[in-house]
């Protein structure tokens, strides 16, 4: 590729479509780059089934989104599906070079722009239990891409399990599909615990969890809060789950301990952002106070800590599509005024509208974030030999023996343990190995980092 | 739209020598999935097999051979009439 390009947009998430489209708008030239095979990203996942096929199920992801729309008719877009951006640099003259190929590699090129918007996303977080790495045990997520995009389940008799508010849409999902969902297992100690005075002023939210109740008491599907499975058992799949009924700290509690049969069980503990990007660039990044994530660190107008370059959504900090869009507005509106295509005057018009909305759009981000606080007895879960990091095997007494033998901080346990060394990168086991390094050594979550922080 | 290979109807594939079907437009990993198949990788040390984790290639548990490509994400590789598909033992993707 030849010639420098105005803004990339790194996802076509919902934060970076409104960012493409608001810079597309502002007369920018515009790369949106995704690893998936269509905008949307990964809350709206479109069929990769050809409608006539006979196993497109019709599901919600087929209603075209407002935002996949627009994005199809804006002039100044150029959309590179299936393409993953490997490496970024930015150069002494401010021009960001990104390093983009297809997702296994080849075809590698690179894209040089005055200005970017990282708009990665989050991955799901997901804690280790034993029997965790069994065929059939898969994130909530990979259950709902799966049969979003491509209409397949994995197991007929399941569990979904956890906590955060994808349980209850992944369940509904499954049901809707035909799958027989046993429990789902909030860990929370909800009902109370569930802000629903405030979310009372987000009608969409809570008409979309009215939504899945309703489809989940239709199938039968009990919700059962202050529980989880704490452990999967089988040969070569999953055949059997421990279930237990937790303390308020997620302890389980003593005698509480039964075994369902099961070919499929689904866990999330919510997001955690996808920092690989921000931090080839340079960008700072904040720690979340009581989760094992990090965030990377905006101002008002989403710009990083590097000039140039801006972010939106997850990335962020998790806070849920509408936050996502609305600074994605944002985002692409300041990059357009960082490369002088918006008088300050009207960018302020402009922000000023957004931002009022971004307000209270991150109220209820910030209490359904507190709703769902992930709680220090999962510690109990694992037992000695279960794998933490699921590339190179590493397993739970090795984590509290690299503690005990003065690792004091997650870089030094993996020097010692090779956990987060394999080639995700720590993205699957790194909360977790925070989490749990930080509770050995009785030290923050600041204090011991994460995988990729400096010392 | 779609990406390149959508289309209409089912495409043949083989995983490790025995002839599979699935719609045209699903992933390896969702190919063999809806077949009835839960892993087709072992990893290196005694671990268990392996097969979808994460669905949306973060994890690299799902990693397969299709034909001459060694160790690439079942969940983003799409099935393609006549590959070949094999249980990998691959350490690292070939990237």
Known sequence: MSGVIDVAVVGAGPAG??????ADSLGCEVTLIDAGSGPGGQIHHQSLLFPGSGQARRTAAEQLPPLIARIRQAKRVRHLAATSVWWAARDQ???????VGGPEGGAETTVQVRAVVLATGAAELVLPFPGWDLPGVTTAGAAQVLLQSQAVTVGRRVLVGGSGPLLLPVAAGLAEAGVRVVAVLEAAPAPAALPQAQLA?????????????????RHRVPLRTGYAVIACQGTDRVERA?????DRDWR????????????AVHVTFGFSPVLELPRALGCADVQHASRPTA?????????????GVFAAGEVTGVSGADVAELEGYLAGASAARYLGRLHADTYAARARTVRARLENARQLAARLDEAYPLRPGWLQWPNAGTVVCRCEETHWAEIGAAVAGGARDVRAVREVTRCGMGYCRGRICGPALQYAVSAASGRSLAEVGDLHTGR | MGPDGVGFGRVRFSFDGSP???????????????NGIVSWRRPPGAGRPRGIFCGTGGCFDCLVDVGDRRAVRA????????????????RRASG
């Open chain 1, 252 to 263: 389980p509690l003593p005698g509480s301990r039964r075994e369902e049969t099961v070919d």
């Open chain 1, 295 to 307: 965030a990377v660190a905006c101002d008002a107008s989403m710009a990083t800590s590097v000039t």
């Open chain 1, 17 to 22: 479509l409104a960012a493409a489209l608001t």
């Open chain 1, 242 to 246: 421990v279930i237990a009924r937790l």
């Open chain 1, 201 to 217: 002023a987000y009608p969409s939210q809570l008409q979309e969890t009215a939504d899945c109740a309703a489809v989940l008491a």
């Open chain 2, 20 to 34: 599979l079907e699935a719609a045209r437009g699903m992933t390896v990993g969702g190919a063999l999935l809806a």
């Open chain 2, 75 to 90: 969940c983003l590789v799409l099935v393609r009439d006549g590959d070949e598909v094999h249980t990998s033992t691959s």
């Open chain 1, 93 to 99: 003259g401010g021009l960001v070079t990104l390093w």
